[in-house]
C-alpha cells in the first residue's frame, strides 16, 4: 500500500506532475491517517505525522515519490456581507459565539450552510448569499495543528 508521508503546499511544487488528484471537503482535509482512493484510482493511506490543514493545490508526497494534488470540493455555504465593518465585526463575534467555523474572504464571511444560523444573522442585518464553493475555514489561535507553511491565498 501506497502512503502520503509528506505535503508540498500549492505554488512551491509543479503540479503538472501529479499522478493523480483527489477531491476533499474542508473537514477531509484536515486530517492526519486515514485511506483514500484518488480519482484516477490511486489508493494510499495518508500518513502525516501530525494533522495538518491541507489546502487546494497541496500536493502529497507519495513514498514512491509520485505526487496526488488536493482539489478543495466545494460545499454548500452562506457568504455573509455587512453594511460597514462594525456590523462586520458584530457578525463575527455571534458566529464566534456559537464556536461555528468561518472562513474570512475579503470583507465578508463564510459558513457553512444552517438555516437557524442564517435566520439569527438576516435578524442581525447582514445580506446572505448561497455558494458552492471550496471551504477554507480559519484555526483557531490555540490550534497548534496548521499547515506548517504559509499560503497566502484564501478562497
Known amino acids: 500500500m501506497?502512503?502520503?508521508?509528506?505535503v508540498k503546499v500549492?505554488?512551491?511544487?509543479?503540479?503538472t506532475s501529479a499522478v493523480d488528484t483527489i477531491s476533499l471537503d474542508a473537514h477531509d482535509r484536515r486530517r492526519?491517517?486515514?485511506m483514500l482512493r484518488a480519482e484516477r484510482g490511486t489508493k494510499f493511506l495518508l500518513?502525516?505525522?501530525?494533522?495538518t490543514a491541507l489546502h487546494d493545490g497541496d500536493g502529497?508526497?507519495?513514498d514512491d515519490g509520485a505526487m496526488v494534488r488536493i482539489v478543495g470540493r466545494p460545499e454548500p455555504l452562506v457568504e455573509i456581507a455587512a453594511a460597514d465593518a462594525h456590523q462586520l465585526a458584530r457578525l463575527a463575534w455571534h458566529?464566534?459565539?456559537?464556536?461555528?467555523?468561518v472562513e474570512i474572504v475579503g470583507d465578508r464571511l463564510r459558513i457553512r450552510r444552517d438555516?437557524?444560523?442564517e435566520d439569527m444573522l438576516r435578524g442581525l442585518g447582514a445580506t446572505l448569499l448561497l455558494v458552492e464553493a471550496p471551504f477554507n475555514p480559519e484555526h483557531g489561535a490555540y490550534d497548534h495543528h496548521s499547515h506548517d507553511h504559509s499560503h497566502g491565498h484564501h478562497g
Not at 10 to 15: C, I, K, L, P, R
Not at 47 to 51: A, G, I, R
Not at 95 to 101: A, E, K, M, S
Open 60 to 62: 502529497l508526497v507519495l
Open 115 to 117: 438555516h437557524v444560523i
Open 47 to 51: 500518513d502525516l505525522p501530525k494533522s
Open 10 to 15: 500549492a505554488g512551491q511544487w509543479d503540479e
Open 32 to 34: 492526519r491517517r486515514v
Open 95 to 101: 458566529i464566534g459565539n456559537r464556536h461555528i467555523d
Open 2 to 6: 501506497k502512503r502520503a508521508v509528506d
